[in-house]
């Protein structure tokens, strides 16, 4: 089946990644349902919401401070770094991902659609300010701040530039996505458990245009009953092998 991924890809036009917080996983990066220690005394998902920042933003940040730190000890693991390499060999054409962690494009994926925000991007609550943290080099000294983040053009609340139960998301992504789809002959899912819409109708929307689904899992997902090829294990251990066989099949 290895094999098989590898040749449906090499001879592929147009092929896309599709990832979720299982390829993260394999790099340290808690799940939402599997963080531990403070976070036992709430449910993570009450802590991403609208209603919640409303309610308490303070808590709603020492939460996102917690897990920036925590993403910060992350490193991308082998499949991240194979997806940018099967970009620059001109293979996969773009990544479109469910993570917010960046660690695709510290992998070096350069065509990466982030369809639920990005957890050191900030944005503020009534203007359209917008901050990366990172390129801005102000990460560790924001992590390590106890205050409530101000817009310094309007000095409203500044709050994480993620996607939160409840709310869409962001229109430009979405279109980017759905557009990359339809155009795609092959598409790579990992790690996704396929269950959350409208992002799980990608693989979809490459089936119905004639395009073939390989998807690379721990288990079984929604996505699987669709698939051309499923590849049970961790994209780690997987994708390496399948990048080392479309080499030796150009």
């Known amino acids: ?7 449906i890809l090499a001879r592929s036009r147009f092929a896309i990644a599709f990832t979720g917080a299982g390829i993260s996983a394999e790099s340290g990066v808690p799940t939402f ?5 403070l976070w036992k005394r709430y449910r993570p998902e009450e802590l991403a919401t609208p209603e919640a920042f409303q309610m308490n933003p303070n808590l709603v940040w020492e939460f996102y401070r917690w897990r920036m730190k925590k993403i ?3 490193k991308p693991n082998p499949a991240h770094y194979s997806l940018a390499e099967l970009e620059r060999l001109g293979i996969i054409k773009a990544v479109i991902t469910q993570d917010v962690d960046d660690l695709h494009r510290e992998a070096g994926t350069r065509n990466l659609v982030e369809l639920h925000g990005n957890i050191f991007r900030v944005k503020c609550t009534s203007c359209d300010y917008r901050e990366n943290l990172k390129e801005g080099g102000r990460v560790n000294e924001f992590v390590e701040s106890r205050e409530l983040p101000k817009c310094p053009r309007c000095g409203s609340p500044l709050r994480p530039d993620v996607v939160w139960f409840g709310e869409t998301l962001p229109k430009d992504a979405l279109e980017k ?5 339809e155009r795609a002959d092959v598409v790579l899912v990992i790690g996704t458990s396929g269950v959350v819409y409208p992002a799980a109708y990608i693989p979809y929307i490459v089936k119905e245009h004639g395009g073939r689904v390989i998807e690379v899992n721990v288990e079984r997902s929604g996505i699987t009953p669709i698939a051309d090829v499923f590849l049970r294990g961790k994209a780690g251990e997987i994708l390496p092998k399948i990048l080392e066989l479309v080499r030796e099949l150009r």
Not at 177 to 181: I, K, Q, Y
């Open 1 to 7: 089946m290895l094999s098989h991924a590898a040749k």
């Open 33 to 37: 349902r599997g963080f531990n220690g």
């Open 72 to 74: 910060l000890e992350a």
């Open 177 to 181: 996505a759905f557009n990359l789809a």
